[in-house]
């Protein structure tokens, strides 16, 4: 579990100052292992967290909810041990972190439970609101083999929109951005799924390591309220950055979700399905 290195603050922190609301959620259960090029090893998804906290440390006018998926490995081989870690922050301070159980029949289920419970008073309404997911490629229909630790559970792009969907409440219905730090993450599949569930959207439509949209430049964007303007900012700025450290071809796109839904539903019905049932766990590929 990767800790936080600071004391919590207060949760009575007055709510009035809060501008953003933003939901992180990192998968680390897989291999997220990769070696710079002077052969030092990374560990992707706790840079990823690290770059996280940092952000939210930064973001005074921000709450930040950041969730950590992790391997669900048992204690001595036989007691179950919780598989996720919850950081909750507000104010640039951190008010709260738990490890939790993730839900095995519904995708992020639990981590709905915990945005509900501890966000602020202030409505999803009043706020701009953003969502960003740090994982492999989520496969375009549900197939076993994603979580390392959870080989028979099944996901696919549809479980990801959907709770998604479930942290937003009712008047809100959608995000105002949302981050897809995935491989093929501008499919028209992957952009049907996630329309309803946000306006604007910021993904890759090939290779794209988890770690190429780096969680730390949220900060100077802060001060974004529209979506569309948002994702085309961190775009730009993650681009940047990878300019002068990769050198493989590597395409960022900001989607205005309410405008491309209607033609990526149309092209998603268009492709044959994937009707394969072989799983992920083999075919995880990410940028180097």
């Known amino acids: 579990m990767v800790q936080v290195a600071e004391r919590e603050g207060n949760a009575e922190e007055p709510s009035e100052t809060i501008r953003q609301r933003v ?72 008010q709260h972190q738990t490890t ?35 994982g492999h490629a989520v496969p375009e229909r549900p197939r076993p083999g994603y979580h390392r630790s959870r080989t028979d559970v099944r996901f696919g792009i549809d479980h990801l929109a959907r709770g998604f969907g479930r942290m937003t409440e009712p008047d809100s219905a959608a995000f105002d951005a949302f981050v897809l730090s995935t491989c093929d993450g501008g499919t028209p599949s992957r952009i049907a799924a996630l329309a309803p569930h946000a306006h604007s959207l910021l993904a890759a439509p090939g290779d794209l390591h988890l770690s190429f949209i780096d969680a730390d430049l949220l900060p100077a964007i802060a001060d974004a309220t529209e979506g569309g303007g948002w994702t085309q900012r961190l775009a730009q700025r993650a681009f940047d950055r990878l300019v002068g450290r990769v050198t493989t071809a590597v395409t960022l796109a900001a989607y205005d979700l309410d405008r491309a839904a209607p033609a990526a539903r149309r092209m998603a019905q268009q492709v044959v399905p994937d009707t394969s049932t072989a799983t992920t766990g083999g075919r995880h590929v990410d940028c180097r």
């Open 100 to 134: 939790y159980d993730q839900n095995r029949d519904q995708t992020l289920a639990a981590e709905a439970a915990l945005v509900r419970a501890h966000r602020g008073p202030t409505p999803d309404s009043s706020l701009f609101t953003a969502a960003l997911y740090y």
């Open 23 to 94: 939901v992180v959620v990192v998968h680390g259960d897989a291999s997220y292992l990769y070696h710079g090029r002077d052969g030092t090893a990374h560990q992707a998804d706790e840079e990823t967290l690290r770059e996280g906290f940092a952000a939210a440390r930064e973001m005074e006018g921000a709450e930040v909810l950041v969730f950590h998926q992790r391997s669900a490995n048992r204690l001595l081989g036989l007691v179950p041990r919780d598989d996720g870690t919850f950081y909750h922050f507000r104010g640039g301070r951190l």
